[in-house]
């Protein structure tokens, strides 16, 4: 099939990794989809640099209205769009969340990936389906944990992204579907949500630095990531769909940080001291931690040569940045698309 006529569809298109996922296809010729849900106020403002009128004979990207609540609206969807490739993005994504809206979670982030793979089955196209599984899966395992290690989720979230994977690889195996899951670890940018934690830090350095902020409130510090930067992983959802089998992988940079280790890059980065400024909140713990995910990425490297190439002290520099410029009212966001991509 030539490339620039693959059409893809993307569920949370206006998230962070959806943006850069669209960025991605676009760049590469691809006709993208986007499901978005009707709200009175409009959530886009992380692709409205990619969207021109439908009417336009140029025009790439196209976005619908949808919930991944409604499944006979996706079973339409997908027969009306033919996607020759569908990325599942969309979740209620905050593990804190979860414990507070648990209810909520377990429709949308478990049951909302049924729904679409029925979609799927019932409309017989032969698309490719991308699964967006979590690390969060992983939760207690002792690390390091890889495409062979236990679940055993921490979370409302977590446990609803087991659930989504469990079902990828049945719908996969009993009906012979092109499902793929990518058990991504932490991955951030500066389009990351301001709620959580990575973004927090980077946000309120730029606040504390600027004179408007006092300190910052934060839950567990001893919790340890392994964080890298978002467009590289959203090359490698797309590289998953390339293949000629699918399977499951995980993507991480295989570094081992706590969220004082971010904390302090960015703080120094600015040229702060972060023990001045930063405050201990229980209101910000989870009624269980997960105290330490630590990826290896070693199948997809041997696959197709995906390795992660900006760690996590260089995504808290370029993070902080971002919300610094921003503040100054200037807009930048780099790089949007890797550049060894």
């Not at 001045?276 to 490297?301: C, H, I, N, Q, W």
């Amino acid at each position: 099939m030539n490339e620039t006529k693959k059409k893809a569809l993307i569920t949370g298109i206006t998230g962070q990794d959806g943006s850069y996922l669209a960025e991605l296809l676009i760049g590469k010729g691809y006709e993208v989809h986007g499901l978005i849900r009707r709200a009175s106020t409009f959530n886009t403002a992380r692709i409205d640099h990619l969207y021109t009128d439908a009417h336009d004979p140029d025009a790439k990207l196209f976005l619908h209205y949808g919930d991944l609540s409604d499944g006979s609206r996706l079973v339409t969807l997908i027969d009306q769009i033919q996607p020759d490739e569908i990325y599942h993005l969309a979740a209620q994504s905050h593990v804190r969340v979860s414990f507070d809206e648990p209810e909520y979670t377990g429709d949308t982030t478990g049951l909302g990936t049924i729904r679409i793979l029925e979609a799927i089955r019932q409309s017989g196209i032969p698309t490719r389906f991308y699964q967006a599984s979590s690390s969060e899966m992983f939760g207690a395992t002792p690390p390091p944990q890889n495409e062979d290690t236990p679940f055993y989720p921490r979370s409302p979230y977590g446990v609803a992204k087991v659930y989504s994977y469990w079902i990828a690889r049945n719908y996969r195996e009993a009906y012979g579907m092109f499902a793929v899951n990518g058990i991504l670890f932490n991955h951030e940018s500066p389009r990351r949500g301001e709620t959580f934690v990575t973004r927090k830090v980077t946000r309120a350095v730029a606040n504390i630095q600027a004179g408007n902020q006092d300190f910052l409130y934060m839950g567990n510090l001893d919790a340890r990531r392994d964080w890298g930067y978002a467009p590289e992983y959203v090359h490698a959802m797309w590289m998953m769909l390339q293949q000629d089998q699918p399977d499951d992988y995980v993507v991480s940079t295989g570094t081992d940080y706590s969220v004082k280790d971010f904390i302090e890059f960015s703080f120094q980065h600015a040229g702060l001291d972060w023990e001045k400024y930063v405050k201990f909140d229980e209101r910000y713990l989870r009624p269980t931690e997960v105290d330490s995910l630590v990826g290896s990425s070693a199948l997809a490297e041997k696959t197709f040569g995906w390795k992660a190439q900006v760690l996590p002290k260089q995504l808290a520099q370029i993070m902080v940045d971002h919300d610094i410029a921003q503040l100054n009212g200037h807009i930048i966001d780099v790089p949007k698309i890797a550049p060894w991509i």
